[in-house]
């Protein structure tokens, strides 16, 4: 029985995961880039060049097991793209690497939520421009979408009113926030972009009287 639990807790634990792209004139210089800079990080990596997105080899599941950290490094150019796909036990600050034309954290819950986020990426259905200014945009846009189709309908009950609204917000939220609306659904969460932890500083205070050293 606790054999069980145990593996039912981490098939529920959550990794979290970066994408970030990074453009380039030519493809080739990024590869070069990108693969220099994690091999000298000893960082095993897989890449997918210009991957179809019902055949996506290997399965994205394998990067969900290996690590609590994933990271998802896109290099676009005019002819083509790549993408490198690790798993780290710590966080990857891609800003190390180079400055990303954008990045975008995820919360992802399941290898079936990667795999989702995953053929997302590959299809193109997720940009920085799409992710930019997102909730508040979505959140008016809902609200106010949803407050006039309830006084179109002339429902004269409050709580009939309040029920129409909170639907149909969720309704224009869903099809607004897309894809990002769809993930959620499937277990991943939009976060910010995750940081390495910052260093510690300790100060020491000199009590009354002590002389200093």
């Not at 095993?44 to 210009?50: G, I, N, Q």
């Not at 590959?122 to 508040?136: C, D, M, N, Y």
């Not at 609204?165 to 939220?173: D, E, P, R, Y």
């Amino acid at each position: 029985m606790r054999s069980i639990t145990r593996a039912f807790r981490i098939f529920r634990k959550k990794k979290r995961c970066v994408y970030a792209c990074f453009r380039f004139d030519h493809v080739s210089t990024g590869m070069r880039e990108v693969e220099a800079y994690l091999s000298s990080k000893g960082i095993s990596f897989r890449r997918l060049a210009d991957p179809d997105p019902d055949f996506i080899n290997p399965d994205p599941g394998i990067f969900y097991r290996e690590g609590n950290f994933i990271t998802i490094l896109e290099v676009r150019g005019e002819l083509g793209r790549v993408f490198y796909i690790f798993s780290t036990g710590e966080i990857f600050d891609v800003e190390d690497l180079m400055k990303p034309e954008f990045a975008i954290g995820f919360e992802v819950g399941s290898e079936e939520g990667l795999e989702a986020l995953l053929r997302m990426i590959v299809e193109k259905r997720i940009s920085g421009a799409r992710h930019k200014h997102r909730s508040l945009v979505n959140f008016i846009i809902s609200f106010i979408g949803s407050m006039v189709l309830s006084a179109l309908m002339g429902f004269e009950s409050g709580i009939v009113q309040s029920v129409i609204v909170g639907v149909m917000a969720f309704i224009l939220f869903m099809i607004v926030d897309y894809p990002f609306s769809v993930l959620y659904l499937k277990g991943v969460k939009v976060i910010p972009v995750p940081k390495p932890g910052g260093r510690i500083m300790v100060v020491r205070i000199k009590r009354a009287g002590e002389k200093s050293v």
